[in-house]
């Protein structure tokens, strides 16, 4: 404060400062749930594997596959699964730091030589390089693979860390493409469909396990721009179509199944199945969309502005995060307030679309739900 000029003070901390156990393994404790204190964090036992780990093991085979493949990440390696592929693949693997705008335009210059970069990225930590995704990617459209995990909901990790707006902000861009798998087995299809795009494309997964579908070992690509019918409608009264994207995709099959709707899963948020569109709207009178992301700007404003630019003139009802920044909590009771489990999804429904049978007068309505982060 006494000296003249400018002056630089470097201050070096240590994480977990003063809990011996933190300090022990800072990267166990970087970002904790609930957890005694006096026991520390309790290692879990087995269980289903995550999205996370689904990546990685994908990012391994692929490199495997093709000497192109380098994998990047910035300062998040445990976090998105990209352990054992710098064990396996050391020359192959950038961690550029905390520095997200530069992992974008870093992946941008490999590709300009003929590499095939995948950023393992959050979708919470993407919104940084946003300019450097449009001028220096989309422009150029650069065959780049963008593996964005902890989309949706994070839970304890709450609103900083929650990925509510990548499909809104990816998809108004040019040359991009946005998957969404529903489980384990198709986000390792939609990864290796999406390495095989020349355009900049990005697959969006959740934090934690899905259904427990387990991928196969192979490296197999799915049809661009199609999605699947997973259940038809069999009523002859008013006929619902659901399309779902992403891992909704399982508790609104329950809602189908209840509603005796057609639900289908639409995997690709850009580009759509538009000619599925048009046949459901040929024998549907409703439409429903899901996603676990805000829904202004959503893959149902895509649904939407679709069926405007086709003439369909059907009722549509998007269902998705609601406009407010979402609190830290138990993920299963936050998607619940929210309205996206499956009984949260029927009454919303039923409300919008009451002719469809079941009276909604029974059921919760969204006007019933505490209010989130409230």
């Not at 939407?304 to 299963?332: C, Q, R, T, V, W």
Request: charged fraction near 20%; include cysteine.
């Amino acid at each position: 404060k006494e000296g003249n000029g400018p002056q630089f003070l470097h201050v070096i901390t240590r994480k977990g400062q003063g809990y011996m156990l933190a300090e022990a393994d800072p990267i166990l404790y970087h970002g904790p749930g609930k957890f005694n204190p006096q026991e520390g964090i309790k290692a879990s036992g087995a269980g289903k594997k995550t999205f996370t780990q689904v990546f990685g093991e994908w990012l391994c085979d692929m490199a495997q596959a093709d000497p192109k493949l380098v994998g990047i990440t910035p300062a998040m390696r445990e976090g998105s699964g990209l352990v054992e592929f710098e064990k396996r693949f050391p020359d192959r693997y950038y961690d550029v730091g905390i520095a997200e705008q530069h992992s974008v335009t870093f992946a941008a210059g490999m590709a300009c030589e003929g590499m095939k970069p995948v950023v393992a990225i959050y979708s919470t930590f993407l919104q940084r390089a946003y300019d450097q995704l449009i001028h220096d990617v989309a422009l150029q459209d650069l065959p780049i693979v963008f593996a964005i995990d902890r989309a949706g909901l994070v839970g304890a990790d709450g609103a900083t860390h929650a990925g509510a707006y990548d499909i809104a902000y990816l998809r108004c861009i040019p040359n991009m493409l946005i998957m969404t798998p529903a489980d384990e087995a198709e986000c390792r299809d939609l990864l290796t469909t999406a390495y095989h795009q020349n355009h900049p494309t990005a697959v969006r997964y959740p934090r934690g396990a899905g259904i427990g579908n387990l991928p196969s070992k192979e490296l197999r690509t799915l049809p661009l721009g199609r999605g699947e019918i997973r259940r038809e409608a069999q009523t002859t009264g008013k006929r619902l179509a659901i399309l779902a994207f992403g891992t909704l995709l399982y508790p609104a099959l329950d809602v189908a199944q209840k509603l005796d709707a057609t639900i289908v899963n639409m995997r690709f948020v850009k580009p759509l199945d538009i000619d599925l569109m048009q046949s459901l709207a040929r024998n549907h009178d409703y439409f429903v969309t899901v996603e676990d992301g805000c829904v202004q700007g959503g893959a149902g404003s895509a649904c939407m502005e679709a069926m405007n630019l086709l003439g369909i003139a059907k009722p549509l009802l998007a269902l998705g995060l609601p406009d407010s920044f979402i609190e830290h909590g138990d993920y299963n009771l936050l998607m619940a307030q929210c309205g996206l489990d499956a009984a949260g999804m029927e009454a919303s429904i039923l409300g919008r679309f009451p002719d469809l049978g079941a009276s909604p007068l029974s059921l919760k309505t969204p006007s019933d739900q505490v209010p989130v982060g409230k």
